[in-house]
């Protein structure tokens, strides 16, 4: 069949078509070529971009102030030095897909993390932004903290966490949960190498709260800070129990009663200014010493108000935050878990110029006597000293360890032991100071000379012993005591004995365990002679993989 013989009779245009495109079809419009590529174009998108990831979205920021909280932008404001920061990752977003997750994926995934300097000194930090999915963790999330941990580590820099999280994100499913196993297992590889400091300036539950107890200090603000493993409606269906966030696990309860929270304060920037003087305080890593300031004279510097402050009778109480005011410089000091387990004080300050961690018996609690909760605070204090170079001071007034069922039943035996290990395994140098008692074997827990402490003090009032003359007395004579006609009279003429003869001041002296009986006015001299004498202590670790701390 020819071209001449097909049927090209044209097609009727539809009458609709045609209305919309007249008889000759659609009319294509002109492409629209988009702008030139330039330079300019192309940093001023990214320009507003930037602007508008800093910014956050309104709704949010608003809402976080009406919590009474700041966001995690200003609060690095607050932390760090004056532009000092240098964010890394703000453009990340998570992959997820299903439940909606990829219809919302906005930049830096709920997590600001970065580097600045606190007082010049480099640190990393990472701050969980709670108006970006309550800051709860995702997979992208969980990787930008822990590229953050993986810099401070290899550049020995500190760590600061700022949490402020619902917690894992459910809609991410198993990755979350990997993500937070990634993050534990860096604490842990940089505990002991790097000071880790976690912040908790709102929720941070479920696994999230881990991070704070592998943490070597824990910071929490009253009425905003929440920080459990399982919040109130989990605890109330599975218990029972109805119970308030604040009751279960507020700063007042982990200041007070858990021993969680290092640090607490009244509100977010008293907070994060004591982070800064605590990030002064401590060295950037386990290779390098603490910063130091220029001696201040301390070597001879005597304070006779130190006689004072502490009675010679062994039974009247005294509080040793005094004594340890008049031996630090400047009488600063930064007291570690000041609201738990008063019965002993650790802090960190400085004796002429150098930091030094203290721990002191506290006779104004409990007369000053070791219990569990005690010598689990003095444990890791000591730990944390020894792994980072800082020389240990103890000042001891100790009657023995807390008698009873209730101590005995909550493993005393067990947390007692953990601070005479740490003492034992610690190779700073190391200064006791005898103040008075040191009865039983908390004498010896007390860093003794037994344990290996390089210098022993002791004061005109010190008292050494098994345990005290009168109950000594009672003991070896009992038999005597109850045949005599005046026990009473008697018991005196023995405890004077006892102690002529077994606790006068010199006793361990002349048996070479207190290296020097000195007046209490030298004692911020001597101890500070001291330091300076064991500057160089090197001690070397018997080889092997890890002792088995009695946990």
């Not at 101590?407 to 005393?412: F, K, T, V, Y």
């Not at 038999?479 to 004995?497: I, K």
Request: hydrophobic share 40%; charged share 20%; glycine share 10%.
């Amino acid at each position: 069949m020819s071209v001449s013989e097909l049927d090209v009779t044209p097609m009727p245009v539809p009458a609709q078509v045609a209305e919309d495109f007249g008889e000759a079809g659609p009319v294509v419009p002109p492409r629209v070529q988009p702008p030139p590529r330039s330079m300019r174009r192309l940093r001023e998108e990214r320009e507003r971009l930037r602007d508008e990831v800093i910014a956050g979205r309104s709704q949010g920021v608003a809402r976080q102030h009406s919590l009474g909280k700041r966001t995690a932008r200003e609060r690095l404001d607050l932390l760090l030095d004056e532009d000092s920061f240098l964010e890394i990752d703000m453009f990340r977003r998570h992959r997820a897909h299903g439940l909606g997750m990829d219809r919302q994926r906005p930049h830096t995934d709920g997590v600001i993390a970065g580097s600045g300097t606190i007082d010049g000194r480099r640190v990393f930090v990472y701050a969980q932004d709670f108006t970006v999915f309550g800051g709860s963790l995702g997979e992208a999330h969980a990787l930008k903290i822990q590229k953050i941990m993986d810099l401070a580590l290899s550049t020995g820099s500190p760590l600061i966490g700022l949490n402020d999280s619902g917690g894992a994100r459910i809609q991410e499913g198993v990755l979350s949960l990997n993500g937070y196993g990634g993050i534990f297992q860096r604490s842990v590889q940089a505990s002991g190498v790097i000071p880790q400091i976690s912040v908790v300036l709102g929720p941070c539950a479920g696994g999230a709260a881990y991070s704070t107890a592998l943490a070597d200090f824990t910071f929490m603000v009253h009425d905003i800070a929440q920080l459990y493993l399982t919040g109130p409606d989990v605890v109330e269906a599975v218990t029972g129990e109805s119970v308030t966030h604040a009751q279960l696990g507020g700063a007042q309860v982990h200041g007070t009663r858990s021993g969680v929270a290092t640090f607490v304060h009244d509100d977010e920037e008293s907070c994060l200014a004591e982070v800064r003087y605590l990030v002064s305080m401590l060295p950037d890593n386990n290779l390098d010493p603490p910063a130091a300031l220029p001696p201040c004279g301390a070597v001879s510097d005597m304070r006779p108000r130190l006689a004072e402050i502490v009675p010679a009778e062994p039974n009247k109480p005294y509080d040793m935050r005094l004594v340890i005011a008049e031996l630090v410089d400047d009488g600063d000091f930064l007291e570690v878990h000041e609201g738990w387990a008063l019965n002993v004080i650790c802090a960190l300050a400085r004796i002429d110029g150098e930091v030094v961690g203290i721990v002191g018996n506290q006779p104004m609690v409990l007369a000053g006597v070791l219990d569990a909760a005690a010598s689990q605070k003095a444990a890791r204090f000591v730990r944390f000293c020894d792994a980072f170079g800082i020389p240990l001071v103890t000042l001891v007034d100790v009657p023995g360890f807390l008698p009873g069922t209730d101590q005995e039943h909550a493993g005393i035996i067990r947390h007692g032991a953990k601070l005479l290990y740490a003492y034992c395994e610690a190779t700073v140098p190391r200064i006791q100071v005898i103040v008075r008692k040191a009865y039983g074997g908390a004498y010896i827990v007390m860093d003794s000379r037994s344990i290996g402490t390089d210098l022993s003090l002791a004061w005109p009032t010190n008292e050494i012993a098994v345990m005290g003359a009168e109950g000594a007395v009672n003991i070896i004579y009992r038999r005597e005591l109850a045949a005599a006609a005046d026990p009473a009279a008697l018991r005196v003429q023995l405890v004077d004995g006892y102690t002529e003869e077994l606790v006068h001041p010199n006793y361990a002296a002349e048996r070479g365990l207190v290296d020097d009986v000195i007046d209490p006015a030298e004692t911020r001299s001597a101890v500070a002679r001291g330091l300076a004498m064991l500057r160089d202590k090197r001690r070397h670790a018997i080889p092997r993989k890890h002792g088995n701390v009695p946990l």
